[in-house]
């Protein structure tokens, strides 16, 4: 069923582009909303993002657009593809303009003072708004080029998750339905930051067996944390948790593996990100993901291990090292010890 009335992307990176594309294709009126006239004009005459993207044809149907205020006057459902660091300042000054609205989150990061996930500061912000997330293995390119892909929207709004279905489901995107949003949102956020360690291993030269070593270890880390935080682990077997896992640790069109190869090649962290010019969200979400472990008291040898080379000045040899000679630990830990059998 086609909407009644525009749908709105907020942002004009790569991700905003993939999805109001694919809500165009669907049949429906898309309004991207961008800070930068250029890039809008570029846009409107083009039919191209000058930035992101390159090579993807925009759809007709998508308008870009640079008034934010009116965007979300026009529309009432509206997809957020803003960076974390960005997500509260542009939205909170148009607080009571979103209420009633249905806000979905496509922001996979965390809030550097708080700890807030994004859907959390859009509830803080228009506390009478319907919230939810989508999360999942969606490589913007991939998804722009009709890739067969997978999503989830999350939501207790079972409503909103219908709409989501409705509005984004279609002949190369599948979108599955969860209740758990704060599962689904933590994994997406969690699962940057070991994207940069396994693009970091792959510069080094390290082998498969190093590759499946980290992606397992790092699925037993972050669900570990998130048992903490009151999550449930089953979230972290779906889509959103070991899918999004594997594919941002093994492509090398994930931004965070990028930044991992470019330190791996001998980069420092300033360099790597210049070099990217995109959003890589693991960066900060290492530094407050770190802090928090230590806070809580859980175990997170591999955030620990990257924050020292990192921002510690430790060598990438001394962290093997110690990762390496660490007391033996249980394979599975962290589903027994959490309550949820
Ligand atoms: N690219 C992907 O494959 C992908 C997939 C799923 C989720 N995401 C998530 O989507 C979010 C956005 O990522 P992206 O890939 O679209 O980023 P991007 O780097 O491609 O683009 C970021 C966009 O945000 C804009 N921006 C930055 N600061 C802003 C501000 N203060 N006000 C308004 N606009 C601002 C930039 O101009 C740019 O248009 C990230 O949290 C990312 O984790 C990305
Ligand atoms: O390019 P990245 O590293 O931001 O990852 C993109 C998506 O999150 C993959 O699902």
Redesign the pocket.
């Known amino acids: 069923m086609t909407e009644q009335r525009p749908i709105a992307v907020l ?6 582009t993939a999805v109001a594309n694919l809500l165009a294709e669907n049949g429906h009126a898309v309004r991207q909303w ?3 006239p250029e ?1 809008a004009e570029a846009i409107r005459v083009h039919r191209e993002n000058p930035r ?1 993207l390159k090579g993807i044809k925009i759809h007709p149907a998508v308008e870009p657009v640079t008034d934010l205020l009116e965007t979300l006057t026009a529309c009432d459902l509206c997809f957020v ?6 997500l509260r ?2 939205l909170a000054p148009h607080a009571e303009r979103l209420a009633g609205k249905l806000l979905v989150s ?4 965390i809030e550097a003072q708080t700890f807030k996930l994004m859907s959390e500061i859009l509830e803080e912000i228009a506390p009478q708004a319907r919230i939810g997330v989508l999360s999942g293995p ?4 991939e998804v722009a080029e009709h890739a067969l892909t997978a999503t989830v929207v999350a939501s207790e709004d079972e409503e909103l998750c219908e709409r989501v279905q409705a509005v984004l489901h279609g002949r190369t995107f599948r979108v599955y339905a969860s209740s758990d949003r704060f599962g689904v949102e933590l994994g ?1 956020a969690l699962k ?1 930051v070991y994207a940069i360690i396994a693009g970091m291993a792959v510069a080094l030269g390290m082998g498969e067996n190093t590759k499946s070593m980290l992606i397992t270890r790092a699925l037993a880390e972050m669900t570990r944390f998130a048992v903490n935080q009151g999550a449930n682990p089953m979230t972290f077997l779906g889509l959103a948790g070991v899918g999004d896992l594997i594919v941002t640790c093994s492509s090398p069109k994930s ?1 965070n593996y990028q930044v991992g190869f470019a330190l791996g090649q001998g980069l420092s962290l300033e360099d790597a990100v210049t070099r990217l010019g ?2 890589a ?1 693991g960066v900060n979400t290492l530094k407050v993901l770190k802090a928090k472990a230590q806070e809580v008291g859980v175990y997170m040898p591999l955030v620990a291990g990257l924050h020292a080379i990192l921002f510690e000045g430790r060598t990438l040899n001394q962290v093997i090292e110690l990762l390496m000679r660490a007391e033996p630990k249980t394979d599975v830990d962290f589903i027994s010890t959490s309550g949820f059998n």
Do not use: H, I, W
């Open positions: 942002g004009g990176g790569s991700f905003g961008m800070r930068d890039q992101y593809a803003l960076p974390s660091s960005a300042s542009v496509l922001t996979k990061g969606n490589l913007a390119r997406g940057n931004r995109e959003v969200e």
